[in-house]
């Protein structure tokens, strides 16, 4: 592995530099991304965000967007960049598999992999690790790389602590997780003096819904959603004809599962949606209930204990039953 003192060096003068995250990135994704990328602009670096898919039309405001290349719909410039890069910044992942086509370019590229990181169980893959699962957010981490252990905290300005706020506001539930910490909230007051204006990216983010996408939610709540008293849960399924019917887009499902946990007395919720190619889930839980396990043990997924995904190649009514069957298994879990 690259220690710090060579990664620093390497730093120190301009290269060029790929930032990339996972498929479908949300709000930690792009804004630890957009956070980087901001940072290493001031440094003189050639830098760019190439992301392996689209991402929710509410994260384009981000300072830096107007410059993400999004690598399904520019696979050759995408792979043209990743083949000359010196440093390749891998943000918000640790195995090649959640960067889909890309994670073979990735691999093979010569370049220094650098992992800023909060997930379970990383691949070897990289070169250089700033890793920690106890983190409430990968722009945590990567507040953390740039103040802490390059200690050029004075390159955090308006444009980098946006971005970063973002992704700490997003994958902290509005600092609402356990893992907010006091640690995080001094974070956050130290993103808010260097220019983040917390209520404006509050308002970016969560009240700029579509009117299909509200309509959508209301079918979600009214027409989808099944509780199961007996283990505290409850699911919302969507199948491919409710997507078609509410033209749902990137980033319209998000959030939708955490209405399912706000329900009192549910201690896991599930949001199951039928996709083109399969159907993916998104699990939330409440306290040490750990969706993760459920996620990674039948599912093909993984996650964070109380925020995991998950896929299945099963028709959609058949992942609704697989996942019922696996609840009395954690039944006592579940009733605590």
């Not at 410059?67 to 010196?86: H, Q, W």
């Not at 370049?111 to 983190?135: G, Q, S, T």
């Given at each position: 592995?690259?220690?710090?003192?060579?990664?620093?060096?390497?730093?120190?003068?301009?290269?060029?530099?790929?930032?990339?995250?996972?498929?479908?990135?949300?709000?930690?994704?792009?804004?630890?991304?957009?956070?980087?990328?901001?940072?290493?602009?001031?440094?003189?670096?050639?830098?760019?965000?190439?992301?392996?898919?689209?991402?929710?039309?509410?994260?384009?405001?981000?300072?830096?967007?107007?410059?993400?290349?999004?690598?399904?719909?520019?696979?050759?410039?995408?792979?043209?960049?990743?083949?000359?890069?010196?440093?390749?910044?891998?943000?918000?992942?640790?195995?090649?598999?959640?960067?889909?086509?890309?994670?073979?370019?990735?691999?093979?590229?010569?370049?220094?992999?650098?992992?800023?990181?909060?997930?379970?169980?990383?691949?070897?893959?990289?070169?250089?690790?700033?890793?920690?699962?106890?983190?409430?957010?990968?722009?945590?981490?990567?507040?953390?790389?740039?103040?802490?252990?390059?200690?050029?905290?004075?390159?955090?300005?308006?444009?980098?602590?946006?971005?970063?706020?973002?992704?700490?506001?997003?994958?902290?539930?509005?600092?609402?997780?356990?893992?907010?910490?006091?640690?995080?909230?001094?974070?956050?007051?130290?993103?808010?003096?260097?220019?983040?204006?917390?209520?404006?990216?509050?308002?970016?983010?969560?009240?700029?819904?579509?009117?299909?996408?509200?309509?959508?939610?209301?079918?979600?709540?009214a027409n989808c959603l099944e509780i199961l008293p007996e283990y505290n849960t409850a699911i919302i399924t969507v199948s491919k004809s409710d997507i078609a019917r509410f033209d749902v887009n990137t980033g319209?499902?998000?959030?939708?599962?955490?209405?399912?946990?706000?329900?009192?007395?549910?201690?896991?919720?599930?949001?199951?949606?039928?996709?083109?190619?399969?159907?993916?889930?998104?699990?939330?839980?409440?306290?040490?209930?750990?969706?993760?396990?459920?996620?990674?043990?039948?599912?093909?997924?993984?996650?964070?204990?109380?925020?995991?995904?998950?896929?299945?190649?099963?028709?959609?009514?058949?992942?609704?039953?697989?996942?019922?069957?696996?609840?009395?298994?954690?039944?006592?879990?579940?009733?605590?």
């Amino acid at each position: 592995m690259l220690d710090l003192a060579s990664l620093t060096e390497l730093l120190s003068q301009p290269r060029k530099i790929v930032i990339t995250t996972h498929h479908k990135p949300d709000g930690d994704a792009m804004g630890s991304s957009l956070g980087l990328y901001n940072f290493l602009i001031q440094l003189g670096h050639h830098a760019k965000v190439v992301t392996p898919t689209d991402y929710p039309e509410f994260l384009a405001w981000m300072p830096g967007n107007e410059e993400v290349i999004i690598y399904t719909e520019n696979k050759d410039l995408s792979a043209r960049l990743i083949a000359d890069a010196g440093i390749i910044f891998c943000l918000d992942f640790n195995a090649l598999g959640r960067i889909n086509e890309m994670g073979a370019l990735v691999g093979e590229s010569k370049a220094i992999k650098v992992m800023i990181d909060h997930h379970l169980e990383p691949e070897d893959f990289d070169d250089y690790r700033h890793w920690d699962i106890n983190a409430c957010a990968a722009a945590q981490l990567v507040y953390t790389f740039i103040a802490n252990q390059l200690n050029q905290k004075q390159y955090i300005n308006k444009d980098v602590a946006t971005c970063l706020y973002t992704g700490i506001m997003t994958d902290s539930a509005s600092f609402r997780l356990p893992n907010t910490t006091a640690t995080v909230h001094r974070i956050v007051a130290d993103l808010i003096d260097a220019g983040a204006n917390n209520s404006r990216i509050h308002e970016l983010i969560y009240s700029s819904s579509s009117e299909n996408r509200l309509r959508f939610l209301g079918h979600c709540l009214a027409n989808c959603l099944e509780i199961l008293p007996e283990y505290n849960t409850a699911i919302i399924t969507v199948s491919k004809s409710d997507i078609a019917r509410f033209d749902v887009n990137t980033g319209d499902t998000e959030g939708i599962v955490n209405y399912a946990l706000s329900i009192a007395n549910v201690h896991l919720a599930a949001f199951v949606v039928e996709r083109t190619d399969r159907v993916k889930l998104s699990l939330r839980s409440k306290g040490e209930f750990p969706a993760n396990e459920i996620c990674k043990k039948y599912f093909e997924g993984g996650g964070h204990r109380n925020a995991a995904g998950g896929q299945s190649d099963e028709s959609l009514e058949a992942t609704v039953a697989k996942l019922k069957s696996i609840l009395p298994q954690y039944k006592t879990l579940l009733l605590q």
